[in-house]
């Protein structure tokens, strides 16, 4: 057919278009992450920006629980986020998708996975406070995972809000380079408006957020020039070439500089810092503006690691690979799996393997999500994208989604350990498995929760984060499945052990009328160094004892310990040897065999010394340098040994080991203690022997629980 276009060549006609389009999508991409401390304001400035965006119509309030990102009913009781808050909007042509994570350590947990699905982070710091303690395992988690950064320094409408303290607090407490966009105008200790350090100009708020040209103040006229020259000073030494010409020239272009820091910027090298009231709505479009201008797209990081060493570049030819960083549950939708494109691009129609279970999983409907507010996706989504994945069959967070005929799985940072452990009861006799299924749900969307069972007591076993991670759980479990659950003191993990040898003889006999039991064994049991476990040897010769028993008296001996003798906690550390026995050819069988080898066991416990061990964990105390004595001596009150300390910038850092029975809810002390400045990590670190007074507590306990079954 003569001028009918080959469909081929129509498609390469435009392909380079297309590329063209697609390239310049990708650079116009922000995905990053608000990241700071508890109570620092990044829920009210992500209001803010929200409100700016359009994509809400007048600014909610944390105290009057009307933000939208803050919308959980325990959110909201407590003023507080508990889990990440996710938003995407469009500012100036610029796809902004933006995460807003929890300051709380309770519920950051899982802050390396959400990093690991943005490109950049925005560090939010409060005027009145400025760095607290808790910024510096964030600010290590954000340089770890390699995120360019900004700096929000927010409450500028506060009473003592000190822009100038605040901004050196980022330098003596997290080490980094500032280069300050914008410094604050204050009248009357209210917050006006702002002065442009580079372009030289000031700019007074209007009630919209919007600004109009003033003369800078006379007393701000000197800081100003101060701080650009630093500025400029700071972008020339985060690249090799301008620190040459600056050394040169004695000064930069406004080309040099504007390049120069986006780079400084990308590279970690500076961070740009500007002030905010998101309260008053004033500095929030200036935060866009660099959002746009100094952020990273996507095409700007390295390419993301799998677990197989391979690497996959935010690449939107590449076969489709996405990352389910984070699960939210809603309640219309169910289950929504948070999506970051990794490579390729996707839509409703794609279907993805998931690499953990080997499932195919048709994405259908996407959402963006805005809080809970929930939009339906059309668009074909490439690299750098977030986006919600409702109705998914077999999906949860962590899980790696990828084109089936180019497999390839993300390689995820290692979580922190759970920290407390607590035992949950169903309120009514019976509903056991009906509190097991409401928590475990819970998993699904939290990954740093734990679920699990006591084989002993058959209690259902939850760990977390902290004290208040846990009752927050539970506290949305229950209102989520509608089961009263009872939430019981925390468990300590307390081990026996022996000391000396001995050697005793279990012998089970029983006859009771048809075929009896018979199972008899000798064992020596003595104790075993700390840490080195359980050992058994079979000892036995000349078939006193057939081979097919000899796992039986194993298995009564282990069943055994794991009860416990002294106070109800599993035996460890200890050695047995079978040499001798006997046995009927008619009446001896493997559980006759198990028998004697428990009784033989609990013979041999009357016999050594039963010690009891306690955990002892690793405590990192972050606090700052005023509170150290009273922590110090808490800590020694408690029967912890301070392992050493580093003080840098006001703030100390302790590292202690304290038995884990002395700071199960050593949280609201730590807060008490230091105004809510101090934070503190622990994990299991070693056993040792307990003394009386403890022993004394948990055999009595013990008993007492025992008498009252």
Known sequence: MQGAACPFCVREKFKPQLEIRMSIALENQRTYALVGTGGCGKTSLAEMLLFQAGIINRLGAIEEGTTALDYEPEEIKRRGSIQPGFASFDWKGFRHNLIDIPGDSNFSGDMEWLLSAVDSAVIVVDAVDGVRPQMRRMWKSVKAAGLPAIAVVTKMDRERADFDAALNSLTTHLGVRPVVLYIPILENEEFIGLVDVFAGKAF?????????????????????MLLRDTSVENIASSDEELMNRYLEEGTLSDEDIASGLRQGVLSGEVVAVLPSSAMQNRGGRRLLNQ????????????????????ERAADPEAPAACLVFRSLNDAFSGQVNMLRVISGTISSDSTLKNMRTGEMERLGSLVYVNGKNQTPCKDTLGPGSIVGVTKLKSTRTGDTLCDEKAPFEVELPKLPPQLITFALAPKQKGDEDKV???VQKLLDEDATLKLGRDEETSDILLSGMGQLHIEISVEKARRRSKVDIVLKTPKVPYRETVRGKVQVQGRHKKQSGGRGQFGDCWIEMEGAPRGSGYTFEDAIVGGVIPRQYIPAIDKGIQESAARGYLAGCPVVDFKVRVYDGSYHTVDSSEMAFKMAGSIAFKA??????????????????????????????DLSSRRGKVLGSDSQGGIT???????????????????SMTGGQGVFTMEFDHYEEAPQPVVDKVVAEHQAAKAGE
Request: proline letters at 9%; zero cysteines; charged letters at 25%.
């Open 604 to 633: 041999a416990m009357s016999q050594l010394k039963v010690v009891l061990l306690e955990p002892v964990v690793q405590m990192t105390v972050t606090i700052p340098d005023e509170y150290m004595g009273d922590v110090i001596g």
């Open 291 to 310: 959002v746009n201008s100094l952020l990273a797209s996507p095409l700007d990081r390295p390419a993301v690691l799998g677990t197989d060493a391979s």
């Open 653 to 671: 850092e302790l590292k202690a080991n304290v038995p884990m029975s002395e700071v199960l809810r050593y949280a609201p002390d730590l807060r």
């Open 204 to 224: 007074r708020f209007l009630e919209n957020g919007e600004t109009e040209e003033m003369p800078i103040p006379a007393d701000l006229e000197d800081e100003a």
């Open 436 to 438: 097991f299924a409401a």
